[in-house]
């Protein structure tokens, strides 16, 4: 692409390049090799959230160079750098886990700093770890510059005794070995074996899922994000989405025109149509917010009700994402979808074309049953469903895809617990009885500081065969691996005096995922009583970047955001 196409004096990158008074500027820029031409070309920024903490971030920088080479190509100067991410399956169990949702915000927010302290003018952006996605996109929308989303890609499945295996059987192993059901011997093998490549975690846990998501709304190529890490055809993509993001400066495509509210419901007919992890339905509306637009849990509860489950993805299925990608990817997916009138086809993309036209070439592939046909699904009712009553005014979610009928209604006995730790000693040693209903609270975006997630307890009660004898809500979070009647995002928070923090041990909670309710069986009156004798809790974060969090955090319903919003904006960066 000439470079002449692109009339710098309009793009944000003049303030630091441009004229007699930016020679101070210029000058960094020859100190790091540039030459007066690259100076005079588009800044893009390569944001990657490279980092050795796990193998979802590890080959991010080997894409990024190749993100470089695509944006030099098409005559833009690629200027790389990194955030952080924390790692779901790392900070899993432990208080680490309260960093990860506070994460999402420090990545995008760092993210626009970093653009907005250098004046990029367009945004390439690779990432990997379940908060690193939205945050990644939450930051693209925010400053509203001309930008692309790149995923990392999944890891592969391993093999365990002829087997194929994922992090999740992993975890589950945990509460197998907890009873006896599972020596030493083959707990150390599984979890040798268990994740044999880069990548993030390979089932339709919440990194698939929100990798879905971005070629769902548009903001990344049709097909990139189903190709595992290790595959050379994700350098390929990436010098793609190089060359490309040129093509947008020029165009003036921007995410606002892209992230419509019609994009969001595609988003979420596709999180639902997949099985996909819940954590979708607090991303989608925090990347609704930065665009300004109200789209908040029962918006997305009401697109999960009335879409078809047509793809058969692990936890609740048989297939992990690399399945998916190699008999058609997301965009099989996709078609099906728009074919049976469930998409709208006529959003804009990152190709500078719609939906509609971007599958119009796609073929369906009758020789694979990873994707069932919309008309012919395997539920009618979508993966994910949303719930509200009494005891979740604001509305909770739970994830149903590969559930039986029969066990999605369930009543019983409350089992109260104010952490995560206390609820999983519980589950360890046994102590608690078939048709409990686990309640873990003061785990909510305020409360924890950090709605942390709880695979731990729900795989160990998988481990121990209880997975289906037991129901469990939280204020917090569920792992995008969750399976069973576990219900999360629970609003309002116990911290805030939401009723999950009034109820007590043998009150009966009644779940009903057909008709979408979730209530304790106590009157007003007695929900009102108990509340004046409720006092709030205070947690051990009285400092730091979790104290801070927690000062600015709202409620799952509307996606725990930390700031105002594209509602409340007066100037947008893109137009600096």
Same mark, same amino acid.
């Given at each position: 692409?000439?470079?002449?196409?692109?009339?710098?004096?309009?793009?944000?990158?003049? +303030?630091?390049?441009?004229?007699?008074?930016?020679?101070? +500027?210029?000058?960094?820029?020859?100190?790091?090799?540039?030459?007066?031409?690259?100076?005079?070309?588009?800044?893009?920024?390569?944001?990657?959230?490279?980092?050795?903490?796990? %193998?979802?971030?590890?080959?991010?920088?080997?894409?990024?160079?190749?993100?470089?080479?695509?944006?030099?190509?098409?005559?833009?100067?690629?200027?790389?750098?990194?955030?952080?991410?924390?790692?779901?399956?790392?900070?899993?169990? +432990? #208080?680490?886990?309260?960093?990860?949702? &506070?994460?999402?915000?420090?990545?995008?927010?760092?993210?626009?700093?970093?653009?907005?302290?250098?004046?990029?003018?367009? !945004?390439?952006? !690779?990432?990997?770890?379940?908060?690193?996605?939205?945050?990644?996109?939450?930051?693209?929308?925010?400053?509203?510059?001309?930008?692309?989303?790149?995923?990392?890609?999944?890891? !592969?499945?391993?093999?365990?005794?002829?087997?194929? =295996?994922?992090?999740?059987?992993?975890?589950?192993?945990?509460?197998?070995?907890?009873?006896?059901?599972?020596?030493? /011997?083959?707990?150390?093998?599984?979890?040798?074996?268990?994740?044999?490549?880069?990548?993030?975690?390979?089932?339709?846990?919440?990194? $698939?899922?929100?990798?879905t998501v971005a070629e769902a709304i548009?903001?990344?190529? %049709?097909?990139?994000?189903?190709?595992?890490?290790?595959?050379? =055809?994700?350098?390929?993509?990436?010098?793609?989405?190089? /060359?490309?993001?040129?093509?947008?400066?020029?165009?003036?495509?921007?995410?606002?025109?892209?992230?419509?509210?019609?994009?969001?419901?595609?988003?979420?007919? *596709?999180?639902?149509?997949?099985?996909?992890?819940?954590?979708?339905?607090?991303?989608?509306?925090?990347?609704?917010?930065?665009?300004?637009?109200?789209?908040?849990?029962?918006?997305?509860?009401?697109?999960?009700?009335?879409?078809?489950?047509?793809?058969?993805?692990?936890?609740?299925?048989?297939?992990?994402?690399?399945?998916?990608?190699?008999?058609?990817?997301?965009p099989l997916l996709m078609k099906t979808?728009?074919? $049976?009138?469930?998409?709208?086809?006529?959003?804009?993309?990152?190709? @500078?074309?719609?939906?509609?036209?971007?599958?119009?070439?796609?073929?369906? $592939?009758?020789?694979?049953?990873?994707?069932?046909?919309?008309?012919?699904?395997?539920?009618?009712?979508?993966?994910?469903?949303?719930?509200?009553?009494?005891?979740?005014?604001?509305?909770?979610?739970?994830?149903?895809?590969?559930?039986?009928?029969?066990?999605? =209604?369930?009543?019983?006995?409350?089992?109260?617990?104010?952490?995560?730790?206390?609820?999983?000693?519980? =589950?360890?040693?046994?102590?608690? #009885? *078939?048709?409990?209903? !686990?309640?873990?609270?003061?785990? @909510?975006?305020?409360?924890?500081?950090?709605?942390?997630?709880?695979?731990?307890?729900?795989?160990?009660?998988?481990? #121990?065969?209880?997975?289906?004898?037991?129901?469990?809500?939280?204020?917090?979070?569920?792992?995008?691996?969750?399976?069973?009647?576990?219900?999360?995002?629970?609003?309002?928070?116990?911290?805030?005096?939401?009723?999950?923090?009034?109820?007590?041990?043998?009150?009966?909670?009644?779940?009903?995922?057909?008709?979408?309710?979730?209530?304790?069986?106590?009157?007003?009156?007695?929900?009102?009583?108990?509340?004046?004798?409720?006092?709030?809790?205070?947690?051990?974060?009285?400092?730091?970047?979790?104290?801070?969090?927690? #000062?600015?955090?709202?409620?799952?319903?509307?996606?725990?955001?930390?700031?105002? @919003?594209?509602? &409340?904006?007066?100037?947008?960066?893109?137009?600096?």
């Amino acid at each position: 692409m000439d470079a002449r196409v692109f009339d710098k004096s309009k793009l944000p990158s003049r +303030h630091v390049s441009v004229g007699p008074a930016r020679a101070p +500027h210029r000058s960094y820029y020859y100190a790091m090799g540039m030459t007066a031409k690259q100076i005079a070309q588009p800044f893009v920024g390569v944001a990657s959230c490279w980092n050795e903490a796990a %193998p979802c971030n590890i080959a991010l920088m080997r894409q990024a160079q190749a993100v470089k080479k695509g944006v030099a190509a098409a005559a833009g100067t690629p200027r790389e750098f990194c955030t952080i991410t924390v790692t779901d399956g790392i900070a899993m169990g +432990h #208080q680490g886990m309260k960093s990860s949702l &506070a994460s999402r915000e420090v990545i995008a927010d760092s993210v626009e700093l970093t653009m907005r302290g250098h004046c990029y003018d367009a !945004l390439v952006g !690779l990432a990997g770890c379940d908060k690193s996605l939205p945050g990644m996109m939450m930051a693209m929308v925010r400053l509203n510059v001309p930008s692309i989303f790149i995923y990392g890609g999944s890891i !592969l499945p391993g093999n365990f005794k002829g087997q194929p =295996v994922t992090i999740q059987d992993v975890f589950e192993a945990v509460g197998k070995h907890s009873v006896g059901a599972m020596s030493d /011997e083959d707990l150390k093998e599984l979890e040798e074996v268990a994740c044999p490549s880069s990548g993030s975690c390979g089932a339709q846990f919440t990194a $698939n899922t929100m990798a879905t998501v971005a070629e769902a709304i548009g903001l990344a190529l %049709p097909y990139s994000c189903g190709a595992p890490a290790p595959y050379d =055809v994700r350098d390929t993509f990436c010098y793609t989405a190089g /060359e490309m993001v040129m093509d947008l400066i020029a165009r003036n495509i921007r995410p606002r025109d892209i992230v419509t509210r019609k994009a969001l419901e595609n988003a979420a007919m *596709v999180v639902a149509a997949s099985g996909g992890s819940t954590n979708a339905a607090l991303h989608l509306p925090a990347i609704a917010h930065e665009c300004g637009i109200d789209f908040d849990l029962f918006a997305v509860a009401e697109i999960f009700k009335k879409t078809p489950y047509v793809a058969d993805l692990k936890p609740g299925g048989k297939y992990v994402a690399k399945d998916m990608f190699e008999v058609g990817g997301i965009p099989l997916l996709m078609k099906t979808l728009l074919d $049976n009138g469930y998409l709208h086809g006529d959003c804009m993309t990152v190709t @500078g074309r719609t939906i509609a036209e971007n599958l119009a070439s796609v073929k369906w $592939n009758d020789k694979q049953d990873v994707v069932h046909p919309a008309n012919k699904p395997i539920t009618q009712t979508g993966g994910v469903v949303g719930l509200k009553g009494n005891l979740a005014p604001e509305g909770a979610i739970v994830k149903i895809a590969g559930m039986p009928t029969e066990s999605l =209604v369930f009543a019983g006995r409350a089992r109260c617990f104010d952490c995560e730790e206390d609820a999983f000693k519980a =589950v360890t040693n046994r102590d608690y #009885q *078939v048709g409990d209903v !686990l309640v873990i609270r003061y785990e @909510g975006p305020k409360g924890g500081p950090g709605m942390r997630e709880m695979l731990s307890t729900t795989a160990a009660l998988y481990g #121990q065969g209880m997975g289906d004898k037991v129901a469990l809500i939280t204020d917090g979070r569920f792992s995008g691996a969750t399976r069973g009647f576990c219900v999360g995002h629970v609003g309002p928070e116990a911290a805030v005096g939401g009723p999950i923090g009034l109820i007590r041990d043998g009150d009966i909670i009644e779940l009903d995922a057909i008709t979408g309710k979730l209530a304790v069986r106590l009157s007003d009156a007695e929900l009102e009583a108990r509340r004046k004798d409720w006092t709030p809790r205070q947690t051990d974060y009285r400092s730091g970047a979790l104290w801070k969090y927690a #000062q600015t955090v709202g409620s799952a319903k509307g996606g725990a955001v930390t700031h105002p @919003g594209g509602a &409340a904006e007066i100037q947008c960066y893109a137009d600096i």
